[in-house]
Nanobody, 124 residues
Framework: QVQLVESGGGLVQAGGSLRLSCAVSGRTFGNYAIGWFRQAPGKEREFVAAMNWSGGSTFYADSVKGRFTISRVNVKNTVYLQMNSLKPEDTAVYYC?????????????????WGQGTQVTVSS
């Protein structure tokens, strides 16, 4: 069983930064592709960023490209989402997701394992 636990969310002013962490336990972390998604109140969950199992490939939603960076440290079984130049429209619950597949997924149905989410609130 794979478990994911997000942390690092909070309240920040527009223009500020936060770093989210996702600790992955269970199976061999290095074999898993990882994705970050978010869901704002009243909206559907949307893709934010993804990274393949090796870390060699990444993909970002247009809305966060150039501001967010996904990274992983396999020896720590942890994935990070560095978020800079935050905007009020980035306010959402952020989720990390994982699956043991090649490539990377931008659809939430691609991933089998999910964390519980962490709240990010950006004030104007």
């Amino acid at each position: 069983q794979v478990q994911l636990v997000e942390s690092g969310g909070g309240l920040v002013q527009a223009g500020g930064s936060l770093r989210l962490s996702c600790a992955v336990s269970g199976r061999t972390f290095g074999n898993y592709a990882i994705g970050w998604f978010r869901q704002a109140p009243g909206k559907e969950r949307e893709f934010v960023a993804a990274m393949n199992w090796s870390g060699g490939s990444t993909f970002y939603a247009d809305s966060v490209k150039g501001r967010f960076t996904i990274s992983r440290v396999n020896v720590k079984n942890t994935v990070y989402l560095q978020m800079n130049s935050l905007k009020p429209e980035d306010t959402a619950v952020y989720y990390c997701a994982a699956d043991r597949k090649y490539g990377l997924g931008t659809q939430d149905g691609w991933y089998a394992y999910w964390g519980q989410g962490t709240q990010v609130t950006v004030s104007s």
